[in-house]
């Protein structure tokens, strides 16, 4: 195979399974189904919701272990708990939990901070944020914290300023984002996966080659792999392109990086050489078993 048919095939194995899909979406619609009866006494099991994180914005790959999802409620919910003495923010998470837990009474769900986490035996958690639908596009959602407090994200924007990128850059952003997921699994970077689509996504913004095809994939990671090396040390924080929501993560990653650059270069070196088993192995030791086998 030519480096456009191996990446190509690369990405459609880290593309999250039907049978994946399928599970999250049933899971997904039962959650939706309870809390919808809980606060709206409605059975729609469709309705006041929204998938953000990594599977809204499409660059989750399969083995995914974490669901983000809103769930829209009531403005007078909103109200009925903002009216308590004390942290209504806290008991607004734990309503939240209660109702779970009447349809899951042997799962693991945890109410705190700002979400109610549901731990699947299987290891897939879903992360659910309540949350108030505002006219400009935010939502407000509980923060427990510190006393208790409403704060505002913009998940919608973010979403919408990937798929742009996307559809500017010849669909090569999502791709991008699952690749650099691939390498961050195989070799245990702890940066947030977040920061990699955001770190993909800038990088993607000024790369010449953004509007080519998957025969251009090999360089799109070498240079990928340079531009998170060059980030520099010092930084700690983010903005998420769309949200503007504050990313802060102290990781040590720019070493990795510079091993997987190198190893890029390698695999390149062989490919020109038409040693094509020693560029399949140096690829998997960047991307790990995923990565296609000659």
């Not at 806290?90 to 009474?105: D, E, F």
């Not at 108030?132 to 924007?157: E, I, R, V």
């Not at 990937?162 to 699994?185: G, T, V």
Request: hydrophobic content about 35%; some cysteine.
């Amino acid at each position: 195979m030519n480096v456009a048919e191996v990446f190509k095939q690369f990405d459609n194995t880290l593309k999250v399974s039907l049978a994946t899909r399928t599970t999250i979406s049933a899971r997904h619609d039962r959650i939706v189904r309870i809390l919808n009866t809980k606060f709206r006494q409605s059975t729609n099991n469709i309705g006041n919701t929204l998938y953000v994180g990594s599977y809204g914005r499409g660059t989750a790959i399969e083995g995914i272990s974490d669901v983000d999802m809103l769930m829209i409620l009531p403005y007078s919910v909103q109200k009925q708990y903002d009216s308590y003495y004390g942290n209504g923010q806290s008991a607004l998470l734990q309503a939240v939990r209660s109702a779970l837990l009447g349809t899951y009474p042997n799962t693991n769900i945890k109410g705190d901070g700002q979400i109610v986490q549901v731990n699947f035996s299987d290891g897939t958690t879903f992360e659910i944020l309540p949350c108030f639908d505002n006219y400009n596009g935010s939502y407000d959602y509980p923060d427990s914290n510190d006393g208790g407090s409403w704060k505002q994200t913009y998940p919608k924007a973010e979403i919408e300023a990937f798929r742009k990128m996307n559809a500017d850059c010849n669909s090569n952003l999502y791709p991008l984002c699952r690749m650099a997921r691939a390498w961050k699994y195989s070799n245990n970077v702890s940066l947030k996966s977040c920061l990699l689509d955001l770190f993909a996504y800038r990088f993607l913004s000024g790369w010449r080659h953004k509007d080519e095809s998957y025969l251009y994939y090999d360089f799109m990671m070498r240079d990928y792999f340079e531009y998170l090396e060059d980030i520099p040390s010092t930084q700690y924080s983010w903005f998420m392109v769309g949200s503007n929501r504050l990313y802060t993560d102290y990781s040590s990653f720019q070493y990795k990086a510079k091993l997987a650059y190198n190893k890029t270069l390698e695999a390149i070196a062989y490919q020109d050489a038409n040693h094509d088993w020693s560029a399949h192995n140096k690829w998997r030791e960047v991307f790990g078993t995923s990565f296609p086998q000659v």
